[in-house]
């Protein structure tokens, strides 16, 4: 079992800037691919972000590349989404995904959830 607890939500500004945190607890966090879902309300969750287990390959949704940065740090069991040049729409509920295989992450059926932290922006 992994357990993940997403941090970092809150209020923020259109074009502002966010970190939402996410981390790790039950086994060995470096031999997890992880992942970074949203869900904005009356919207199905949608793929964000994903990063490999030494963090050297990440993906990122077409929605959010170029304003959106996932990273992690092993030594912390910690992954993160830096998040830039924030729009309104990307107002949701950000999940972190964890799985040993990246294709359960990349396409939505990862063996581990967290909760979510609640990101809002304003207009």
């Known amino acids: 079992q992994v357990q993940l607890v997403e941090s970092g939500g809150g209020l923020v500004p259109a074009g502002g800037s966010l970190r939402v945190s996410c981390a790790a607890s039950?086994?060995?966090?470096?031999?997890?691919?992880m992942g970074w879902f949203r869900q904005a309300p009356g919207k199905e969750r949608e793929f964000v972000a994903a990063i490999s287990w030494s963090g050297a390959t990440t993906y990122e949704a077409d929605s959010v590349k170029g304003r959106f940065t996932i990273s992690r740090d092993n030594a912390k069991n910690t992954v993160y989404l830096q998040m830039n040049s924030l729009k309104p729409e990307d107002t949701a509920v950000y999940y972190c995904?964890?799985?040993?295989?990246?294709?359960?992450?990349?396409?939505?059926?990862?063996?581990?959830w967290g909760k979510g932290t609640l990101v809002t922006v304003s207009s």
């Open positions: 039950g086994r060995t966090f470096s031999n997890y691919f």
């Open positions: 995904a964890a799985d040993g295989s990246v294709r359960p992450v990349i396409r939505g059926t990862p063996g581990f």
